[in-house]
């Protein structure tokens, strides 16, 4: 499920407070800000949070060519929107002008845990330690 309202522009204080404390990103690459918005808009449907700030998404790496690759997991291997899930990421990140194509790979290591999510989303979840 994605859902485009629920992203704003966010200043430097607001990006701390919404990204995962493991995720590797491109920070400096000019087309990051714009990825990181639209893997925003994606939601599991069973948590009131996105999947950006859930920190289900480990790693985006963007290719010379502006070819983008994501790295994610699931909170568990029985999830059931893990047959969905690649493709609702994939349709998120391919609405942004100039990317070229787009590979997301659903991994399993590290496991995830909640100590993985966003302070956004640990208040969201009403999940605070």
């Excluded at 893997?39 to 009131?48: A, G, H, K, Q, S």
């Excluded at 590979?103 to 009403?126: N, Q, T």
Aim: proline letters at 11%; a negative charge.
């Amino acid at each position: 499920m994605t859902d485009a309202t629920t992203t704003t522009p966010l200043d430097d204080e607001d990006i701390e407070f919404v990204t995962p404390p493991k995720i590797q990103a491109p920070e400096d690459h000019p087309l990051w800000p714009k990825i990181r918005d639209q893997l925003r808009t994606v939601f599991d449907p069973e948590i009131p949070s996105n999947i950006f700030e859930l920190g289900l998404i480990y790693k985006v790496a963007i290719a010379d060519d502006n070819s983008v690759k994501v790295e994610m997991t699931l909170t568990s291997p029985g999830c059931p929107v893990a047959g969905t899930m690649p493709g609702m990421v994939d349709e998120a990140v391919r609405m942004i002008p100039g990317i070229a194509a787009v590979d997301v790979e659903i991994v399993w290591e590290p496991s995830w845990h909640p100590g993985m999510m966003a302070e956004s989303a640990r208040m969201a979840l009403d999940m605070h330690y």
